[in-house]
């Protein structure tokens, strides 16, 4: 994981360039390079810089260094010097590529690292080479010969990215939004499972992802054995790291699961091998008692990260920086895991493995219950999924790089998407039934078994997993949203410290003065106030999704699953 940064000039000539606050002349690099310092967490092993001024273009690379510690510096160029790469995040079929290319040339191809693939698949297939890699990436290519450029992000939005465009009419790209903070009067998220070709002056986008099930009800019965087949392969070729790693242990179904399959797969290879686990909550929190007992049961050396309300409340200027962002669900959710990335680092990792998009595909959020029927529920599940660039995926990359720790998140595998998103609503939701599901799933060697509470959400991911992967109290444990699992103090304090900071009258007010996602609640207005402190154009408004439940379904508006009526306390 990495941030990546550049400019194009549309005159394909000299950039114009600000002087610094101080009205001290800079040079294009020293411009670049400080401006791009500003998502520097993203990559602290080493930054990279590479002009070509005839062209007005400069390309910069921040980076963490996971795979390729010695030869994976970047920006890339091609043996030739006329392709330039700077790329975020990891091809996970990289050694397949690298072998292809090497039977395709003739040669004995060996890459740099896993980003390298993408120049050698440029060179073979051009823009063409966005549907030969899987992984979680977003990437910058230039091409000195053609002077054309080209921009990806992969299909789910994993990895995050800006497009932004200055008074002169310059392409600026940066993985974080406050690199274009004072440069751009117009900036947008980069739509996931797009490219972006051409030259500066004209420049096509085109959505090179678009599954069946976007625009289709599904029709195929579950098959158990193959999602726990499908989710057993995004995890080992996730697995691929030249660093230590670990995994985050909420005690809830999907980081579980996640963490029992590593560690199965991990154990081929050395049968001594315990991995690294970590929780965090606010003292005698929910989530402690499931993630002890989830470590027990797959012998893993576990931390337990507490933290205060105080700490978490100091953070949240700091989180809304980071996270670019100003929706309530994502910073409640986001401050304990911006503790505990922070504690993880001081350990030494640089990757962690997560449960991250579950919930959007299996309707694991307890306001699913609510669906009225399975065609509104699964175009729901599609909305989220589609989404998760503004929520989960945000919340979760950026809150882990706010350390330069790199996070993982198997289930976003696209063959495991595109599989279980292809199983039929009737399935995938809370009040799927053994009858509603195909009898040989039930099948574990050649024994029929039935499964506890068939109407609990994401019911076939845990059906799937119910032999010898977690305890039956976590497998079958009702949905705990995390920001409640860390305590349920956190959000009823959060929620009361945010409401001390806004008067009456400015809620009064709101719509005047954000007139885009007007904030309705004292909460919601004093996480924009904060936000608009760093982010003060209103084009940056316009990047931020509201994440609120679906209260037409007759759901709280409240995000928090404790809000929900189906909840069911742990304290």
């Given at each position: 994981m990495c941030g990546i940064f550049a400019v194009f000039s549309r005159s394909s000539g000299a950039l114009t360039v600000a002087r610094s606050a101080s009205g001290r002349k800079e040079s294009l690099r020293e411009f670049v390079y400080r401006q791009s310092g500003c998502q520097r967490h993203r990559g602290?092993?080493?930054?990279?810089?590479?002009?070509?001024?005839?062209?007005?273009?400069?390309?910069?690379?921040?980076?963490?260094?996971?795979?390729?510690?010695?030869?994976?510096?970047?920006?890339?160029?091609?043996?030739?010097?006329?392709?330039?790469?700077?790329?975020?995040g990891e091809i996970y079929n990289y050694l397949e590529i690298a072998a292809d290319i090497s039977q395709r040339r003739g040669i004995n191809y060996t890459p740099r690292s896993d980003s390298d693939v993408i120049i050698g698949l440029y060179e073979e297939f051009g823009r063409d080479l966005v549907h030969q890699i899987t992984g979680m990436f977003t990437f910058v290519l230039y091409d000195r010969t053609k002077k054309t450029l080209l921009i990806a992000r992969d299909p789910i939005g994993i990895i995050p990215l800006y497009i932004g465009e200055d008074n002169d009419g310059n392409i600026w790209i940066s993985s974080e939004m406050k690199c274009l903070v004072g440069v751009c009067c117009d900036v947008k998220a980069f739509p996931p499972g797009t490219l972006c070709w051409g030259t500066p002056d004209h420049l096509t986008f085109e959505q090179f992802y678009n599954p069946k099930w976007i625009s289709t009800i599904p029709t195929h019965q579950s098959n158990l054995m193959l999602l726990r087949k499908k989710l057993e392969n995004a995890v080992r070729s996730h697995l691929q790291c030249d660093v230590p790693f670990g995994a985050l242990l909420s005690g809830g179904v999907d980081s579980s699961l996640i963490a029992s399959i590593a560690t199965k797969i991990m154990r081929e290879r050395d049968p001594n091998f315990r991995l690294k686990t970590y929780s965090v909550g606010l003292r005698g929190a929910p989530d402690f008692k499931y993630s002890r007992m989830v470590a027990d049961y797959i012998g893993s050396d576990h931390t337990e990260v507490y933290f205060t309300i105080e700490e978490g409340l100091d953070c949240i200027p700091d989180i809304i920086r980071h996270l670019e962002s100003y929706d309530v669900t994502t910073i409640r959710a986001s401050i304990p895991m911006y503790l505990l990335s922070r504690f993880i680092k001081s350990e030494g990792l640089k990757m962690v493995l997560s449960g991250e998009g579950a919930d959007e595909i299996f309707g694991g959020y307890l306001y699913f219950h609510?669906?009225?029927?399975?065609?509104?529920?699964?175009?729901?599940?599609?909305?989220?999924?589609?989404?998760?660039?503004?929520?989960?995926?945000?919340?979760?990359?950026?809150?882990?790089?706010?350390?330069?720790?790199?996070?993982?998140?198997?289930?976003?595998?696209?063959?495991?998407?595109?599989?279980?998103?292809?199983?039929?609503?009737?399935?995938?939701?809370?009040?799927?039934?053994?009858?509603?599901?195909?009898?040989?799933?039930?099948?574990?060697?050649?024994?029929?078994?039935?499964?506890?509470?068939?109407?609990?959400?994401?019911?076939?991911?845990?059906?799937?997993?119910?032999?010898?992967?977690?305890?039956?109290?976590?497998?079958?444990?009702?949905?705990?949203?995390?920001?409640?699992?860390v305590g349920y103090q956190w959000i009823d304090t959060i929620k009361s410290f945010a409401a001390a900071h806004v008067d009456e009258e400015d809620l009064q007010h709101a719509q005047e003065a954000f007139p885009i996602n007007t904030p309705t609640t004292k909460e919601a207005l004093y996480y924009r106030q904060v936000f608009k402190e760093f982010f003060p154009a209103e084009t940056f408004d316009t990047t931020v999704m509201k994440w609120v439940p679906r209260t037409d379904w007759g759901c709280s508006a409240d995000p928090s699953g404790r809000a929900q009526a189906v909840h069911v306390a742990h304290a």
């Open positions: 602290p092993d080493h930054t990279g810089v590479v002009l070509v001024p005839e062209h007005g273009v400069a390309i910069v690379q921040e980076r963490l260094a996971l795979l390729g510690i010695r030869t994976g510096a970047q920006p890339m160029q091609s043996a030739s010097g006329e392709v330039i790469l700077a790329a975020n609510c669906a009225p029927n399975p065609r509104d529920f699964h175009e729901e599940t599609v909305t989220r999924v589609r989404c998760l660039h503004l929520a989960d995926c945000l919340r979760a990359n950026k809150s882990t790089m706010a350390w330069g720790l790199e996070l993982r998140v198997p289930f976003l595998d696209t063959e495991f998407v595109n599989y279980a998103m292809n199983i039929r609503p009737e399935d995938r939701m809370p009040a799927a039934t053994d009858q509603a599901i195909s009898p040989e799933i039930l099948e574990s060697e050649g024994t029929a078994k039935r499964v506890e509470n068939p109407k609990i959400e994401k019911y076939i991911l845990r059906a799937a997993f119910r032999d010898n992967y977690l305890p039956p109290e976590v497998l079958w444990r009702q949905k705990e949203q995390f920001s409640d699992g």
